[in-house]
């Protein structure tokens, strides 16, 4: 979601929602998740898939593979673990 992506994200990430909206109500999935990815990256390039703790992004990585992206990988833990296990600064939206 945009407000995680603005509190801190890896350099050169790039924002594509999986979810549109959460509530307590629900999840609302991006219909246009996988078209979105696909104006970025092309099914045989690789690239990290990440979000704050890891659990929307191992979703959404294993609805890339799905679609055909072979080399889609998960940040397994998420931002948070990145930044814990490399000792990271956030990197802010301008």
Known sequence: MRED???GHAPGARNVPYYLSVTPQGK???PHFIDEVATLYGKDDGFI???NTGNRSRFATADLLNAGFKNAR???GGYR???QSADQ???QQQ
């Open 81 to 83: 673990s990145f930044l």
């Open 5 to 7: 992506f603005d509190k």
């Open 28 to 30: 609302e999935k991006n």
């Open 89 to 91: 600064q956030p990197s």
């Open 49 to 51: 898939v990440g979000c």
């Open 74 to 76: 998960n940040l397994q």
